[in-house]
């Protein structure tokens, strides 16, 4: 059964901090990686997309890494801002297949 | 244009009531979504449109009807509603089916 991991479930952090958030996954055959960035009661809103050849992708303080053999993702935020406060969800697509969320993970970034 | 719009922006209505959900998106692609949200879960799909036809039903209650008029629009059809579908619909479209999905702002919807 494929299955996308997200920790933690929820992070506090301060203004200006760095954090990283992990995703885990078992999907096959693997096709894509997303991030999205959720805020409260709107649609996700795409971060990143990586393959299966692409380690490391950048979307301004947002960096996303892939490790595909060990079926692991992280989104690092850099020096974060009160309106990084949102959910980030973890999306994992398989080939000529469906996609599998994560559960997301909950940041708050306080002032 | 990489905008997907979904209208009403928040809808209420009683368990008797017939009401439409609409998504519009003027990208060219081809696959479009229909997913729910409950609060502090992820989306969770419904229908998928490839190419104007039904090509997924994640089993959803026939409550909820959707309909593909043209390759711009997607329709979901509401009767009947019970008060647990109450939720954020949101509606999304790709250039394939693996593709970035492109998601609305969504229809909080309310039945009493």
């Known amino acids: 059964k494929n299955q996308v991991e997200q920790s933690p479930q929820s992070l506090i952090i301060l203004e200006g901090k760095n954090c990283t958030l992990q995703?885990?996954?078992?999907?096959?055959?693997?096709?894509?990686l997303r991030w999205y960035k959720q805020d409260t009661g709107r649609g996700p809103v795409s971060l990143t997309i990586?393959?299966?050849?692409?380690n490391t992708k950048s979307n301004g303080r947002y960096t996303a890494t892939l490790d595909a053999d060990t079926k692991q993702s992280s989104l690092h935020i850099t020096a974060s801002q009160l309106s990084d406060s949102a959910s980030y969800i973890c999306?994992?697509?398989?080939?000529?297949?469906?996609?599998?969320f994560g559960d997301g993970t909950t940041l708050t970034v306080k002032p | 244009d990489t905008e997907v719009t979904q209208t009403p922006k928040h809808l209420v209505m009683g368990m008797t009531n017939k009401k439409s959900l609409k998504c519009e998106q003027h990208?060219?692609?081809?696959?479009m979504y229909w997913y729910k949200q409950k609060a502090k879960k992820p989306p969770e799909l419904m229908f998928v449109?490839?190419?104007?036809?039904?090509?997924i039903n994640e089993s959803v209650p026939s409550r909820f009807s959707p309909e593909c008029p043209n390759s711009s629009l997607l329709n979901l059809h509401l009767h009947a509603l019970q008060p647990e579908d109450s939720a954020l619909y949101l509606c999304?479209?790709?250039?394939?089916?693996?593709?970035?999905?492109?998601f609305g702002p969504g229809t909080r919807l309310t039945v009493l």
């Open positions: 999304a479209s790709s250039g394939q089916g693996t593709d970035t999905q492109y």
């Open positions: 995703c885990n996954y078992t999907v096959s055959p693997f096709s894509n």
């Open positions: 990586m393959t299966f050849s692409e």
């Open positions: 999306v994992v697509s398989a080939y000529a297949g469906k996609s599998t």
């Open positions: 990208m060219g692609h081809r696959a």
């Open positions: 449109y490839s190419y104007e036809k039904l090509s």
